[in-house]
């Protein structure tokens, strides 16, 4: 039986995690003006944030500038996490999930999926790749051990 622990806390283990979202505009229009200036901020809050591992960025200091899909208003966040519960509090319970509220001001409604976690052995950092295929494996499969979402938490496979 898996017990909270190995859920929430697995020691051999991180949990990856990434998030799409498509921009209702480019970086640089003024309706996203709010968005763009917040992002150093929150990122830093990740950064600080208990049981943060790394996230993905570039020379800039964020993602928002790497093209993981030919629409460029298309942003990825791609990160790794010690547990569940370290990134639930991130995402719903700091600035984060300040402007995660407002997404729709910034944000089109996304049809497909467009967040997944998983876990991975730590000291692994996952691939832009790797991530979107936990994506699609998400839209194909639902939840389970190899991708799933807050709705359906799954243990750490380790065998």
Known sequence: MTSAEDLLNPQDFNLAQINIALMKATLEDPIMAEFAN???????????????????QSSTGNATDIRAYSDPRMLVNLSVWRSVEQLRIYVYQTLHGEFFVR?????????????????????????????????????????????????????????
């Open 38 to 56: 917040a992002l150093d901020e929150v990122n830093a809050v990740a950064d600080r944030s208990p049981g943060f591992v790394w996230r993905l």
């Open 103 to 159: 997404r729709r001001q910034w944000f089109e409604k996304y049809p497909g999926e467009h967040f997944v976690m998983w876990w991975i052995p730590a000291g692994k950092l996952p691939t832009v790749e790797e991530a979107k295929a936990k994506l699609e494996h998400l839209a194909q499969h639902g939840d389970s051990p190899e991708a799933f979402t807050f709705a359906k938490l799954f243990p750490p496979n380790r065998s």
